[in-house]
């Protein structure tokens, strides 16, 4: 059974800075690997989505890599703001006919202004 | 477009009451998602559906959940009866399957998702 760790739970930085978040996960059988933002009170957004060929996806200030083999994600947030104030999850989608999107419980992240 | 759209955003209940979730998905998305969120457990799929046919329902808890998704346009959870650890935000997505299969490859749009509280 696929398993998807984020640690640690919550991460306080100062505003500017640049910052990694991990994301590991059990089985390497992948589909593709996504990172959302989730706001609080609100649903989540999609960030970026690597399908299991790729190796990184950029949008902006945010880069995600994904290593397969090693069973691990991060994603990189450049110039860190205090709008970046959210939970991210990374969630992958295993092979197999009736894989199902499953999610890691974030990582809280609080930009200090 | 208004994003995926899902009502009640609070609801309130006691033990033993039948609750009904609603959800409209994104206008030509043919995939959609039902989730459940607690501190405890994370995010879990429920279930979900493919140009409206149950897919895959093997996360509902118990026989007390259904779903349903009579059109394109409209899905409903329910739980009945309802009991306190139900107790949680239910999320409603939906995506645009190219895929024959069904599978869940692309990006989902969220809704803003329904805080259940039974007592």
Not at chain 2, 17 to 34: A, D, M, Y
Not at chain 2, 85 to 105: E, M, N, Q
Request: with cysteine; aromatic share 8%.
């Amino acid at each position: 059974k696929q398993e998807v760790t984020q640690i640690p739970a919550a991460l306080s930085v100062p505003e500017g800075e640049n910052l990694v978040l991990n994301c590991s996960f059990t089985d390497s059988a992948i589909y593709n690997l996504q990172w959302f933002r989730q706001d609080p009170g609100k649903g989540l957004t999609s960030l970026l989505l690597i399908q299991s060929s790729q190796r990184e996806q950029t949008s902006g200030r945010l880069n995600a890599s994904l290593d397969k083999s090693s069973g691990r994600s991060t994603l990189y947030i450049a110039a860190s703001q205090p709008g970046d104030s959210a939970t991210y999850l990374c969630a992958v989608l295993p092979t197999g006919a009736n894989s199902k999107l499953t999610f890691g419980k974030g990582i809280t992240l609080s930009v200090r202004p | 477009d208004a994003g995926v759209i899902q009502s009640p955003r609070h609801e309130v209940t006691e033990m033993g009451q039948e609750v009904t979730l609603r959800c409209k998905p994104i206008s030509g998305h043919n995939s959609l998602f039902w989730y459940r969120q607690t501190m405890m457990r994370g995010l879990e799929l429920l279930i979900y559906f493919n140009n409206n046919v149950p897919i895959d329902d093997s996360g509902m808890p118990e026989d007390r959940f259904s779903a349903k998704m009579p059109n394109a346009s409209f899905s409903t959870l329910k739980i009945q009866p309802s009991e306190p650890r139900d107790s949680a935000v239910y999320f409603c997505a939906s995506s645009l399957s190219l895929r024959a299969s069904g599978r869940p490859t692309d990006t989902q749009y969220f809704g803003p998702g329904t805080r259940l509280t039974v007592l």
